[in-house]
């Protein structure tokens, strides 16, 4: 896993520009099998694949924190929530709250998670390539294609499922 990670951003790199012009054509058809589609492809490709096994997501980028999710993890840690943000959140230049370190602090040695059951909404949902409207998404997936090594196999084989 540790060289298709090392590998991942080259890879990425190379199929941008074939993606991004893949992307634009498929916002400009009107996809209605587009989200269940997706769901599939999603679907078989986290059968084959382990997150445990990489957690390159949780090693180099943050997610947003939400109040909700500071307010339920700071409970969880049994901290104050200005305490929570102060020791572990900072703003970043969108205005939101992320990590202020990486890899995630909250992140253990075996890739699993200390907070995993009340970890932020963003974790859970990560890497949002099931989710409802997809199209709206293109460019964050385009951006994961170089960090999650499922969303780069998931928009290949989106790629070959419906050529444009």
Same mark, same amino acid.
């Given at each position: 896993?540790? =060289?298709? #990670?090392?590998? /991942?951003?080259?890879?990425?790199? !190379?199929?941008?520009? !074939?993606?991004?012009?893949?992307?634009? =054509? &498929?916002?400009?058809?009107? $996809?209605?099998?587009?989200?269940?589609?997706?769901? !599939?492809?999603?679907?078989?490709?986290?059968? $084959? *694949?382990?997150?445990?096994?990489?957690?390159?997501?949780?090693?180099? *980028?943050?997610? #947003?924190? *939400?109040?909700?999710?500071?307010? $339920? #993890?700071?409970?969880?840690?049994?901290?104050?929530?200005?305490? %929570?943000?102060?020791?572990? &959140?900072?703003?970043? @230049?969108?205005?939101? &709250?992320? &990590?202020? @370190?990486?890899?995630?602090?909250? /992140?253990?040695?075996?890739?699993?998670? %200390?907070?995993?059951?009340? $970890?932020?909404?963003?974790?859970?949902?990560?890497?949002? *390539?099931?989710?409802?409207? %997809? #199209?709206?998404?293109?460019?964050?997936? /385009?951006?994961?294609? !170089?960090?999650?090594?499922?969303?780069?196999?998931?928009?290949? @084989? /989106?790629?070959?499922?419906?050529?444009?």
């Amino acid at each position: 896993m540790e =060289k298709i #990670i090392q590998e /991942l951003p080259e890879k990425a790199k !190379e199929k941008w520009l !074939e993606n991004k012009k893949y992307f634009a =054509k &498929l916002k400009k058809k009107q $996809r209605k099998r587009l989200d269940v589609m997706m769901n !599939e492809i999603h679907d078989e490709e986290f059968e $084959r *694949t382990d997150c445990l096994t990489c957690a390159n997501c949780c090693k180099t *980028t943050s997610p #947003i924190f *939400t109040e909700k999710d500071i307010s $339920r #993890i700071s409970k969880y840690l049994k901290m104050k929530d200005e305490k %929570f943000i102060s020791q572990y &959140l900072q703003r970043d @230049t969108d205005d939101f &709250l992320v &990590l202020k @370190t990486a890899p995630c602090t909250f /992140l253990d040695q075996d890739n699993s998670c %200390f907070i995993y059951d009340v $970890r932020p909404k963003a974790c859970s949902e990560y890497p949002h *390539t099931n989710r409802k409207k %997809f #199209i709206q998404i293109t460019d964050l997936t /385009l951006k994961n294609t !170089e960090i999650c090594p499922a969303v780069f196999n998931i928009v290949e @084989t /989106l790629k070959s499922k419906l050529p444009l």
